[in-house]
């Protein structure tokens, strides 16, 4: 089982960066998709962006596209989001969690969720 640790919120202006980090316990880190997602209050929780175990491939909810960044470093076993750009309506608090086909890269079917960290865009 991998264990996953999301780290990196804060509250931002509105136009700031922040740059999250998901940190995985396991060997087989490398063989997972990996995925971010975001939960707003009284929402449900979305897709934000995915990338494929080799980092070849990724992919980006239309709300985040050129805005937010997806990478990963399978030595290190973490995956990070660099966000831009951001906006009050990507206040959330922000999962990142693993798919086990790590080819593909599907907006559902994650499992072994990290905690979430809190992402605030405010003045």
């Known amino acids: 089982q991998v264990q996953l640790v999301e780290s990196g919120g804060g509250l931002v202006r509105p136009g700031g960066s922040l740059r999250l980090s998901c940190a995985a316990s396991?060997?087989?880190?490398?063989?997972?998709?990996i995925g971010w997602f975001r939960q707003a209050p009284g929402k449900e929780r979305e897709f934000v962006a995915g990338i494929t175990r080799t980092g070849e491939n990724t992919r980006y909810a239309d709300s985040v596209k050129g805005r937010f960044t997806i990478s990963r470093d399978n030595a290190k076993n973490t995956v990070d989001l660099q966000m831009n750009s951001l906006k009050p309506e990507d206040t959330a608090v922000y999962y990142c969690a693993l798919n086990l086909f790590g080819t593909v890269l599907p907006t559902t079917g994650y499992t072994d969720w990290g905690q979430g960290t809190q992402v605030t865009v405010s003045s």
């Open positions: 396991g060997r087989t880190f490398g063989r997972y998709t």
